[in-house]
Every structure is written in structure tokens, then in C-alpha cells.
């Protein structure tokens, strides 16, 4: 595949989230470390070198990726009590718990395999994370809000308010941090984090509040002039096919779910969902125009068809041999690398080269 990128450009942010939510399901149908590993590194990888804003990182999704793997980890070391397993590493205090707990138990024996199930299960969680935060990285959620139907402005500024609070939350951090080392303290120790919380949380949540009222006051997605009765009805078809498709999405990446019946969801939905794209109460005003649209061109295309190459991969894998994807735990052994997967994860990588160099980055080379 070519390289397209001649002229610095920012990429269509539905390619670049539409390739992040590829990379998810990926990480969501595999508990193999290895590949959840080679997936988190191909996904930093395009972050840090295709990123929009050079001053936007992934430090605090991979924290955050990290501290979900630690919590699904010592919940299974406080509540497991030797579910599974025979191979008992050492032996917490257990508390007796009435029956109709089930089996739920309160310390006990902790087994090596339970930790590894938990280990797996923790990781495929956290690569879901990466993965969503690239997308932020990737391509503003302020510019995805153009993409939104009309009928879900106010649902699109919420979302994009909520995405871009846990960025300004870490560079609100920075500067905290920063300030309070020039004054002679190191920032370490639960006190010292206590301090700088309150006023981080509260910039962080002006600033989205003031992202908000900014939104609201250039008319941001808002929709035009119409009867109110045809707005209704096309945001109430957004809304429920927007429920088709996550019920939908969520029955494909089940594995106990009926793939007819996902799949009927998420077709039902979508068409719901594209269908007020068509309708008065959907469709963009007569006269409103679009301040610098996003072009769609050849670099889009090689991110979705490197996205898809990488999903077809991970479930030719699955029809194949299951066991790749999914490493037993009991009994414990080792994980195999499955290659079509990993070369898939690779050929999703390659965006990081066939794409074109944000302006942003592009102006700071050396």
C-alpha cells in the first residue's frame, strides 16, 4: 500500500474512530497477552505519530488501562478464594459469607490460575481503553460533533464535553504538579494528592463547561428551523437505532449471544439511525455550510481497510482454532501466538505511515 502523505493534512475523524472501535473489537474477542500486548503497542504507536495534537498524549489512558488491570486483579485475590485452580500461591484471611452469596467468597486460598484468568480478563479490558482513548488522540471529538445528526446536538455536545474532561483533567494536573515543585514540594504521598485534586477537578470541569458554552453559542450542530413534531420523531429513530447498534455490537462481541439476533439488532439499528440523515428533522439546514469540511480521500480508505483486515483476521482465527484467542487457564499453560492475528494487528499498524502528517506535528519536526 502507498504511502499519501505528501501534504500535512488531519485525517477524517470518522476514519480515525471508526479505526479505534475496529481496534476494540479486536481486543475485545481475545484474552491472549501477547496479542493484547502487540495490539497496545501498535495503538501507541499510531497515537504518538499520527496524533492531532502534538501536546495531547496517552499517559493517562495507560494509567488508567494499568489501574483497571490492578483492580480486576485484587478483586479476584479478595473475592476469588481458590474458584479456580489447584495451585495455591498463598492464603488470605477468609470471612465466612452466607450461602445465598453463592460463589462469591471473602479471602481464602489464591491460586496462580485464578490470577492468570484475571491477568487476561483485566488486559483485554484495559486494551479497550487504549484503544477508545487513541480515538480522542486521534481526531478531536469537537470535530466528530460536525458528523452527529442534528436531532442529537445536545447528546453530541454531552459527549463531547465528557470526552475532552479526562484530557484537560492531566494537563490540569501538569501544571499543578509543576507549580507546587517550584515551591519546593515533590508531589508525592496521598497528602500531596489530595491537595492538588480539588483544584484540578474543578479547572478541568470549567474548562469543559466553558468548551460547552462555546459550542452553544456558535450553534454548534444545532438544528435549524422545522416543525417540532418532525424533530421529535427523527430523534426518537436516532435514539432507538442507536440502541439497535450497541445491542447489536454487544451481542457480536458476546460469546453467548445469538449471532442472527446481534446481527438483526445492529442491521435494525443502523438503518434506523441512518435513516433521519433523510428526514427534514435530520438533515443538515437548507443554506448552513461547513467551515473547512473534512475530505475524504485515499488515506481514509487504507485506515478502514487496515481496521478491517485486522477484525477479519482476529475471527478467522476464532471459526479456526478458538483456543488461540482465548489461552486456558486451567489447566495453566503457556500462550501460543496465533500469526494471522498478530500480522493482522500489524497491518492495522500501517496507518502510521499511509496516513498524512498532522500540520501540528508536522511543524514541529526538528
Known amino acids: 500500500m502507498g504511502t499519501v502523505r505528501a501534504v500535512p493534512r488531519l485525517l477524517h475523524p470518522l476514519a480515525w474512530w471508526m479505526w479505534a472501535v475496529a481496534m476494540a473489537v479486536v481486543a475485545n474477542r481475545t484474552r491472549n497477552p501477547l496479542i493484547l500486548v502487540i495490539l497496545v503497542a501498535a495503538v501507541v504507536l499510531v497515537a504518538e505519530l499520527r496524533g492531532e495534537d502534538r501536546d495531547r498524549r496517552m499517559t493517562l489512558f495507560l494509567w488508567l488501562a494499568a489501574v483497571v488491570v490492578g483492580i480486576r486483579v485484587v478483586a479476584q485475590i479478595v473475592f476469588g478464594g481458590g474458584a479456580i485452580g489447584t495451585t495455591v500461591l498463598f492464603r488470605m484471611p477468609q470471612v465466612p459469607l452466607p450461602e445465598w452469596t453463592g460463589a462469591v467468597r471473602l479471602g481464602g486460598p489464591v491460586t496462580l490460575e485464578e490470577l492468570a484468568d484475571a491477568l487476561y480478563g483485566g488486559m483485554s479490558v484495559a486494551a479497550m481503553i487504549v484503544c477508545l482513548g487513541a480515538a480522542t488522540v486521534l481526531a478531536s471529538p469537537r470535530r466528530l460533533l460536525r458528523y452527529v445528526p442534528a436531532t442529537l446536538y445536545e447528546v453530541g455536545t454531552t459527549l463531547v464535553v465528557g470526552l475532552t474532561y479526562a484530557p484537560m483533567l492531566m494537563d490540569d494536573a501538569r501544571t499543578a ?190
Open 177 to 366: 504538579w509543576a507549580a507546587r515543585r517550584l515551591r519546593g514540594r515533590d508531589g508525592r504521598g496521598p497528602r500531596e494528592v489530595a491537595r492538588v485534586a480539588a483544584p484540578v477537578l474543578s479547572a478541568g470541569l470549567r474548562r469543559s463547561m466553558a468548551l460547552a458554552a462555546s459550542m452553544e453559542s456558535r450553534g454548534y450542530g444545532r438544528p435549524g428551523a422545522g416543525r417540532q413534531g418532525t424533530r421529535r420523531v427523527a430523534g426518537a429513530m436516532v435514539l432507538t437505532g442507536m440502541v439497535g447498534v450497541a445491542l447489536g455490537v454487544f451481542g457480536l462481541m458476546s460469546a453467548g449471544t445469538s449471532r442472527p439476533v446481534a446481527a438483526g439488532c445492529l442491521l435494525v439499528g443502523a438503518a434506523l439511525a441512518t435513516a433521519t440523515v433523510w428526514r427534514p428533522g435530520g438533515r443538515r439546514p437548507p443554506g448552513r455550510t461547513v467551515y473547512r469540511p473534512d475530505r475524504w480521500s485515499s488515506a481514509e480508505w487504507s485506515v478502514l481497510i487496515c481496521a478491517g483486515v485486522s477484525v477479519a483476521a482476529v475471527f478467522v482465527v476464532v471459526a479456526a482454532d478458538p483456543g488461540a484467542l482465548t489461552p486456558s487457564t486451567v489447566p495453566l499453560s503457556v500462550p501460543d501466538l496465533p500469526w494471522p492475528a498478530a500480522l493482522g494487528v500489524g497491518v492495522a499498524a500501517m496507518v502510521a505511515w499511509t496516513t498524512p502528517v498532522p500540520p501540528d506535528r508536522m511543524e514541529h519536526r526538528p
